[in-house]
């Protein structure tokens, strides 16, 4: 989903633009803009659904969200350098880390980036099945069977790809912070109670953990900045994503209430298989959020251990270097931030009362639209 590509070593790594990527890129960009066209151009009065929200909102919702992904992918494209850049700084980090003889286990996170993959692609593949098979029935034409579902699965696939890239950037980088709070929980004492120290612990050598709390202390700061980076090249798309997912969401619940009240078959149909995916895009946005949070309390846990650590020891020298680490924590929270809000909790319950109140909108806009049009319902 670029036109760049790079090769060499992730120490100098070389980006250049060439034709094919080019082309195909253009093929891409094409590509959506026939999938807007498209969903633009839908025959939806040929479906009556008794609303004129249903009438013409499926239309709205779709062409905007096309448009959207398009500026998306466009950005994600202008943006491939800032991306690159993320992962070689995270490489960086990994070399810190064995100079620690702390390793990365990097064939675990690649197994759990994996799984997570092969069940999006399995949740994608029932959904399309589903989606397909409501074409079929309610269409059955061949022709706009198969045009429809190109469509969704250009559509889908690409929404799919965007969330996912930023959902396994942040999960690497979270695990990194992991790391550091294991290497601090193995190392050092970490208990809440100050225990009693014997004299000759005092004279221990304690040259080893100075150094290893200060190299502690530069990855902690190189993670906070590659944290910073993926708010800055995320922040619009992962905004406008979210714009969508709660849009797309409000409509497809009051599309459904709809369906269920009026039973219509073919308006129950449709309603059912878009709430199918508006709920698969609400479960990325909220592990995109979850993912954020827990990235963030990860990185601030280990300001608390710095705490306990301190409690634990009476060593000049190293409760000097250990009070710098922290007020290093402290003057410099890590948390991931989109502009119009911070990935955090919060912001999960905003958007669910975002739907609500949308809905709550949708519903008496559409119970005036309603009793204007009932004869002496005035």
């Not at 950005?75 to 992962?87: C, G, K, Q, T």
Request: glycine share 6%; net charge positive; hydrophobic share 50%.
């Amino acid at each position: 989903m670029t036109f760049h590509t790079s090769s060499g070593s992730p120490e100098k790594l070389i980006h250049r633009v060439t034709v094919p990527r080019f082309l195909n890129f253009v093929r891409l960009i094409l590509l959506q803009l026939v999938v807007a066209v498209v969903y633009g151009r839908l025959p939806l009065d040929s479906h009556s659904r008794g609303s004129y929200i249903l009438d013409i909102g499926p239309r709205l919702i779709m062409v905007w969200t096309s448009c959207s992904m398009l500026v998306v992918t466009l950005l994600d494209a202008v943006n491939y350098r800032s991306s690159i850049e993320i992962f070689k700084k995270i490489h960086a980090i990994d070399g810190w880390f064995q100079r620690l003889k702390a390793n990365p286990e990097h064939s675990l996170h690649q197994n759990a980036i994996i799984r997570a993959l092969v069940i999006l692609l399995l949740i994608s593949v029932v959904l399309h099945s589903v989606t397909f098979a409501f074409f079929v029935v309610e269409i059955g034409h061949v022709g706009s069977v198969l045009l429809l579902t190109t469509c969704g699965l250009v559509f889908n696939t690409s929404f799919t790809l965007i969330f996912c890239s930023y959902l396994v950037r942040s999960y690497l980088i979270g695990t990194r912070f992991e790391l550091v709070n294991r290497i601090i929980s193995l190392r050092f004492v970490t208990s809440n109670r100050r225990r009693f120290i014997w004299t000759k612990e005092l004279v221990l050598n304690r040259s080893n953990e100075l150094e290893l709390v200060s190299k502690l202390a530069d990855i902690h700061a190189g993670l906070a900045d590659i944290v910073d980076l993926l708010g800055e090249t995320q922040w619009f798309q992962t905004i406008l994503l979210s714009v969508n997912v709660i849009g797309f969401t409000t409509f497809n619940i009051f599309s459904s209430l709809r369906a269920v009240f009026s039973g219509e078959r073919y308006l129950l149909f449709m309603s059912t298989q878009t709430t199918l995916w508006s709920l698969f895009y609400l479960v990325l946005f909220i592990a995109l959020i979850f993912r954020s949070f827990l990235l963030g309390s990860e990185a601030k846990r280990t300001a608390v251990l710095i705490y306990k650590v301190l409690n634990n020891t009476k060593d000049e020298r190293l409760l000097m270097i250990l009070r710098y680490f922290a007020r290093q924590i402290q003057d410099r929270p890590v948390e991931v931030r989109f502009k119009a809000y911070d990935g955090n909790l919060p912001v999960l319950l905003s958007a669910m009362g975002t739907i609500g109140t949308y809905l709550v909108i949708l519903i008496q806009f559409d119970g005036m639209t309603l009793a204007k049009e009932i004869p002496g319902s005035e």
